[in-house]
């Protein structure tokens, strides 16, 4: 019971907290704005791939580390783009073009990455994201190293809560947005497109969602790995629902997820010996789904999420 | 100088409107001007074309011929672009939708001025909204409260929401699809006033409608659309029900009259039943049925009559008292033995109750009798007895429908209610139970059921007419007692009552005894 304690007071056990759950926020911040707009996003586990591998590749052609990271948002936006069009103008069944994008970015992102390094033995590693030293704040007793000596992209991650909190909430955009996944002829009565807003919107949380795909290999790691998303995007889908579709609530989501995975790394080294290694690897996927039977339940759904909306149809 | 709607300027001119779905002509060359503070009503039955009409107007459809003119800022005509729902609200056209065009999960607030303001900006509204917004409920006397979630305002408020925001945008022209379709005979009132006063200051308003007695109290000048065409335009001072009624059905309709007929035996009998719970709940409830009567339940929705029609229809258990079927205690409910006793319901709410919406008219017209003996074969169904059977109540019962196979969801509540009638009726029941047949049905479709109670009733089955419509309730009911909080009254022959004593007691005014 101390030991775990111990574990939990540590400012080293929040830190790696905080960075698990960093490509957790991109991935429920696009989610949910998605999903705000009527689109369920499938493609998701495909975009952090894309993102993951476009972001790196531009780093090693010789990009700088924040030119990768818009490349990789472009690379995110153009698979949104795809999904977009297939399920808004054309109104395609969202699951089937959402398996589609993934299976399609993740594909093309292995065969690009083998087609550029046809035989490497061991990955190429770049020059990835920095953890911050800021001053005064870097230095502060436990909250310094918890919260303040994280990479960049942390932080970014962090800012852009507060920014979807904001459109979603306090604009015109974010009133249109939330009323198209609701009701689409609302927005077409008040002589706004339907169309625009949602592709637009698919588009803009596609390219977040590729920024958590960046995260993981320009600054968790530096380089690119097959299988390294290893199902965050589909955990993003499940926290969108455990967050409500709610920007604050989402936070607060990919952290806990980001503690319960810290805590079974180390708890493993602490008990290791006695219970097998996967029961711990299974634990925060087993505490979110625990977690999702409780919240789910009264799940507020956008109305309209996965409805098609032709005009003039009845 | 005050002047007549007669000479105030034309604010918008429909012409030579024509629109085809397929092969059908949904709208044929319509023509429709509209003045400066008047109220016009479009009158016509279910699928004449006037939601149709007024989409085009409002630029959800394209017209395939015709072309649609506002007046602007100089007074003169221009055409308005077609197709566009944001230049017609540039145009000062602001419009109720049927089903409302309300974002649930936003508020009141949210959803008046969504759209008015470029997207791209900090603070969802223009500085003066909340003034604005405050002036305009003063002015047309619409409050509503606007800070809490649309999905917890009740219809009429809703509505109420749906004005202000034409209002919010400078409406000129504002037109209401079927408003009363959701509305209280109260809520109505209170809208068409409101209308009113809205024309006073100047508003041009056209609402839809297929109920004449609104038509003939609230418009200024009515157009009547049959089959997609104008048949008529004039004032609503030259007009009364029998005219109106003749140009939207297109010929003489007779009311329908019960032939005097004395009752026979009794058939069911209530005594001192109570069920349910809360507000809809029946105490201590009595009466009896006799073959070949119509005994009419009179009331105003919500004050038991749901309770009455599950506890008939076997759907729920009675507290207390007891039910007799010619004299046979019945105890056990279960809808499946209520209806292979020979009851047969006719359901409130036919498109949630009635129908399996997703499944074919030809299924609905077969599914109470699907474990009998007609619809199989060897144990399977037998698809060409089914269809048969589909076939023969189409043609029977005139449901206008592509055939069969169509799914019941897509038909309108008249035909939906025709497929309820052949259903029911045509098992010879021995007691038909009619929840509100002729809600929301309009003439053509309200003669249809009115004809096929009364055959059931001169056949000798006993109905009870669940209504709130006192035209209905006199018309077709042998006798008719009042249902308030629960509390049925004694039912007493029509011919001894009259109807301002039943709205009375509706009303829950006085009772009987007091009366006395
Ligand atoms: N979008 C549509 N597609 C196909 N048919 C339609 C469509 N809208 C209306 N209709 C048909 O056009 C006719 C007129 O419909 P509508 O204008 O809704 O009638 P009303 O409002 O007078 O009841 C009906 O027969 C209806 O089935
Ligand atoms: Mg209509």
Same mark, same amino acid.
């Given at each position: ?10 400012? =080293? ?63 995110? @936006? ?35 990455? &083998? ?9 190429? &590693? ?19 190293? @918890? ?35 609701? =009701? ?13 807003? &949602? ?27 097959? =299988?390294?998303?290893?199902? &965050? ?82 | ?21 397929? /092969? ?36 959800? $459809? ?71 917004? /405050? ?116 010929? /003489? ?121 007609? $619809? ?13 059977? /589909? ?126």
């Amino acid at each position: 019971m101390s030991d775990i304690l111990e574990i939990l007071l540590t400012a =080293n056990f929040w830190a790696a907290a905080l960075r698990i759950a960093t490509p957790l926020i991109f991935g429920v911040l696009g989610a949910l704005l998605c999903e705000r707009a009527g689109v369920l996003n499938l493609g998701i586990e495909g975009i952090f791939t894309a993102g993951a591998m476009a972001g790196w590749m531009a780093v090693w052609l010789g990009a700088g580390l924040w030119g990768g990271v818009l490349v990789a948002a472009l690379a995110g @936006a153009a698979f949104g783009l795809v999904h977009a069009i297939l399920t808004v103008p054309l109104g395609l069944s969202q699951h089937v073009s959402g398996i589609g994008v993934t299976l399609f970015a993740t594909s093309l992102s292995y065969y690009t990455y &083998r087609t550029a390094l046809p035989d490497v033995s061991s990955p190429p &590693r770049i020059e990835a994201f920095q953890p911050a030293d800021i001053p005064y704040l870097s230095d502060l007793p436990f909250l310094g190293p @918890a919260l303040f000596q994280q990479t960049p992209l942390t932080f970014l991650a962090l800012a852009f809560v507060v920014v979807v909190a904001f459109v979603l909430y306090r604009t015109p955009l974010g009133l249109a947005i939330r009323a198209v996944g609701d =009701n689409p002829s609302a927005i077409e009565a008040q002589g706004l497109s339907v169309t625009l807003l &949602r592709m637009g919107t698919v588009v803009a949380g596609s390219a977040l969602m590729a920024l958590g795909g960046a995260f993981l290999t320009m600054s968790a790691f530096d380089a690119f790995f097959f =299988n390294m998303v290893n199902g &965050r995007g589909w955990i993003c889908i499940a926290l969108t629902v455990f967050a409500s579709w709610r920007p604050g609530k989402a936070l607060i989501g990919a952290l806990l997820f980001g503690a319960f995975d810290a805590f079974q790394v180390r708890l493993q080294t602490e008990v290791g010996g006695v219970v097998p290694g996967q029961v711990f690897l299974m634990m925060p996927y087993l505490l979110s789904i625990a977690a999702l039977v409780v919240v789910a339940r009264k799940a507020d759904y956008p109305r309209a999420m996965l409805k098609p909306y032709f005009r003039g149809q009845r | 100088m005050t002047t007549g709607p007669g000479e105030q300027p034309v604010v918008l001119a429909l012409s030579g409107i024509t629109k085809r779905f397929g /092969a059908l002509m949904a709208n044929e060359g319509v023509d429709l001007e509209l003045r400066r503070g008047e109220i016009v009503a479009l009158l016509g039955e279910n699928g004449a074309g006037k939601t149709t009409l007024m989409n085009i107007l409002f630029g959800h $459809y394209v017209a395939d011929e015709g072309t649609v003119s506002v007046a602007g800022a100089d007074g003169r005509l221009q055409p308005m672009e077609p197709g566009s729902p944001g230049a017609a609200l540039r145009s000062g056209i602001g419009m109720v939708h049927q089903h409302f065009t309300l974002a649930e999960n936003l508020t009141a607030f949210e959803n008046i001025v969504l759209g008015t303001v470029p997207l791209i900006r900090p603070g969802l509204a223009g500085r003066n909204a909340r003034a604005r917004l /405050a002036e305009l409920m003063r002015r047309s006397g619409l409050e509503v409260d606007l800070d809490i979630r649309v999905s917890r305002l009740s219809v009429g408020e809703q509505q109420r929401v749906e004005i202000l925001k034409a209002l919010y945008r400078d409406a000129r022209v504002l037109v209401l699809d079927e408003p009363t379709a959701v509305l209280t005979p109260q809520e109505s009132d209170t809208l068409f006033a409101t209308l009113k006063s809205l024309a006073a200051q100047g508003i041009a308003i056209v609402f839809i409608s297929h109920k004449l007695a609104e038509v003939l109290a609230a418009s200024d000048r009515v157009a009547v659309l049959r089959l997609g065409r104008k048949v008529a335009d004039l004032p609503t001072a030259e007009c009364d029900r029998q005219k109106l009624a003749e140009l939207m059905v297109g010929h /003489a309709v007779t009311p329908s009259r019960r032939e005097p007929k004395a009752p026979g035996a009794a058939l069911l009998t209530l005594d001192g039943v109570t069920a349910g719970e809360g507000r809809d709940s029946i105490r201590d409830v009595g009466f009896t049925l006799h073959e070949g009567e119509i005994l009419g339940i009179a009331g105003v929705s919500g004050n038991g009559q749901a309770t009455l029609a599950r506890l008939l229809s076997g759907l729920l258990p009675a507290e207390r008292g007891n039910l007799f079927l010619r004299d046979k205690p019945v105890h056990a409910h279960d809808a499946g033995d209520m209806i292979r006793s020979g009851i047969a319901r006719i359901p409130e709410d036919r498109h949630r109750d009635g129908v399996v919406g997703a499944m074919t008219v030809a299924e609905n017209l077969v599914i109470e009798e699907i474990r009998g003996r007609r $619809y199989q074969r060897f144990g399977f169904l037998d698809f060409a007895a089914i269809a048969a059977r /589909a076939r023969e109540a189409i043609a029977a019962y005139d449901i206008r429908c592509p055939g069969g196979g169509a799914v019941a969801r897509l038909l309108s509540g008249g035909n939906i209610q025709k497929i309820v009638l052949a259903r029911t009726l045509d098992a010879g029941p021995v007691v038909v139970l009619a929840a509100q047949p002729s809600r929301g049905l309009d003439i053509g479709a309200t003669g249809d059921v009115h004809r096929r109670l009364l055959a059931a009733r001169a056949r000798g089955a006993g109905v009870i007419l669940i209504s709130e419509d006192l035209d209905e309730l006199f018309a077709l009911s042998d006798r008719i007692a009042v249902i308030h909080r629960g509390h049925l009254s004694a039912p007493r022959p029509s011919e001894e009552l009259d109807r301002a004593s039943v709205g009375l007691m509706m009303a829950g005014h006085h009772t009987e005894s007091e009366a006395a």
